[in-house]
Each structure stands twice: as C-alpha cells, then as structure tokens.
C-alpha cells in the first residue's frame, strides 16, 4: 500500500521560507513521477512542481524561488520555499504517480496516490 505523509508546514512572514516533506513508503521515489501540489482557499487544486523521468517541472508563479528535491536513501521528497508570498498561502499536497503510469505531470487527476496536505501561511 503506497501512503505519502507530509510535514513541515507553518506559518512564516513574506520573504521567509520554509522546506516541505514528504515521505513515501510502499514505492520507491523513483519509480514514478513525485510532484507537489496546493490548494488555496475557494481554487482548485494547483501545480507547483514535479520530477518526471529525469526532468524538473516548476509552475511559473514558484520558478526561482521553490526547490523540489529528493533523498532517495529516506525515499523521501522535499520542496523548499523561498522567498515566500502572501499568496503562497495554501494546503500543499505531496502526490505520486503510480509506477507503471506514462502520463503527464501537470494535472491533478493523473496522480493515483496522495498525502494528507499541510498547511503553509504566508503573512503580509
């Protein structure tokens, strides 16, 4: 049974960071594309990031300032967030391809596995 669990969300002031976690157990990080995701109040669920058969995806609005990587020793994922906005403020959700999947990265609904989100909070 694959079950990702994220932690380190919070509160930080604009221009503050702070690093996400997610760890995966049941699969390894490697095998299938690892992305995070957020939810703000009232929208729809968001792309922010992704690794995919070798390649790094970032949404334009987080590019230069977020940084997806892994620790495939801890099968265990991270986004690091700098710089951060009020309007970064949102439930991050750390999701995971299934391993035989081939589809795209970028959509919600390709994404078979999900944690249970953590909340980040930019204040102004």
């Known amino acids: 049974q694959v079950q990702l669990a994220e932690s380190g969300g919070g509160t930080a002031e604009t221009g503050g960071s702070l690093r996400l976690s997610c760890a995966l157990s049941?699969?390894?990080?490697?095998?299938?594309?690892m992305a995070w995701f957020r939810q703000a109040p009232g929208k729809e669920r968001e792309f922010v990031t992704a690794?995919?058969?070798?390649?790094?995806y970032y949404a334009d609005s987080v590019k230069g300032r977020f940084t997806i990587s892994r620790d495939r020793a801890l099968n265990t994922v991270y986004l690091q967030m700098n710089s951060l906005k009020p309007e970064d403020t949102a439930v991050y959700y750390c999701?995971?391809?299934?391993?035989?999947?081939?589809?795209?990265?970028?959509?919600?609904?390709?994404?078979?596995?999900w944690g249970q989100g953590t909340q980040v909070t930019v204040s102004s």
């Open positions: 049941g699969r390894s990080i490697s095998d299938g594309a």
């Open positions: 690794f995919r058969m070798g390649n790094t």
């Open positions: 999701a995971a391809h299934s391993p035989t999947y081939s589809g795209t990265y970028y959509y919600p609904s390709e994404y078979h596995y």
